[in-house]
């Protein structure tokens, strides 16, 4: 077991010895990413950057620097993720706050973003007027990213919390697309008007009993961002029973999917009129965006 923080850390510790110290308590605890923790708790302490931390890397905590580190520490060492600590996560490039309401984005999820704009890089420039729906936005990640990517498209987020709206409708503000961005409180797509160019979700897909196998990190987020059912695929179905609806005739759908879904989903989007395209593998090669669009009926 890793020493508690506050025999870990003293005031008269370098930059670099805490950072060292830390890496090493947290290398211990068997946490994915020692290093990087490391450095972003330090930095988050003491209000340096990562260039900072490297010029500053021999300047003492101090006796105030080094019990807020402490107490960060602490919440790592019980398992909790460092973007909750910190409040923030960068997703796509973009700093997304975060509440108790909203799923953690994770780098998977950039699969999405990027199927999204393969589809709508083949079908003209991103500089066309879109119109998005994102079903259970969450903290607004994915359609935030999509925003900043495609300069006259609007978008529309959906969540069944309300302080999850809040969340994205604030990191809207922050960066800069709240004029193109409208929220409203449903099920999906369930009362959202009119029809998209493209749609997006990352649904929860863990089924029920594989909740509490999970990480500890992973458990921390919202339970109804992560259960998909008995069976995983409960909001799949939902999103197919809605998608001919919300979706224009040349529209796109595109979705996040769990380890070993993509025959599951697709057989699910078939059988209500989509024809889905072989999934996009995310960095780790696990097929992680599906895509589908409505069946078009040839004279």
Known sequence: MPAPAQELLAPDMTVAQARRALTGAFRQAELDSPELDARLLVGHALG??????????????GGDAARVLAALVTRRLEREPVARILGV???????????????????????????????VDSAGPRTRALRIADLGTGSGALLIALL????????????????????????????????????????????????????????PYIASADIDTLSPEVRRDPRSALDGGADGLDCYRTIAEQAARLLKPDGDLVVELGIGQE?????????????????????????????????????
Request: hydrophobic share 45%; aromatic share 4%; glycine share 6%.
């Open 48 to 61: 340096l950057d990562h260039t900072a931390l490297t010029i500053d890397s021999g300047r003492s905590l």
């Open 263 to 299: 025959s599951a989903v697709a057989m699910l989007f078939h059988a209500v009129g989509l024809i889905p395209s072989p999934a996009r593998p995310d960095l780790l090669g696990i097929p992680r965006a599906l895509r589908a669009r409505v069946a078009t009926m040839t004279p």
């Open 148 to 203: 900043t990517e495609l300069p006259n498209a609007t978008g529309i987020g959906t969540d069944m919390s309300r302080d999850a709206l809040a969340a994205a409708q604030d990191n809207a503000s922050r960066l800069g697309v709240a004029a193109r961005t409208e929220f409203a409180i449903c099920d999906f797509g369930a009362a959202l008007p009119g029809r998209f160019d493209l749609v997006v979700s990352n649904p």
């Open 89 to 119: 996560k960068e997703f796509w490039g973009l700093p997304l706050r975060l509440n108790d309401a909203t799923l953690v984005p994770r780098p998977e999820t950039e699969t999405i973003v990027e199927a999204a704009l393969a589809t």
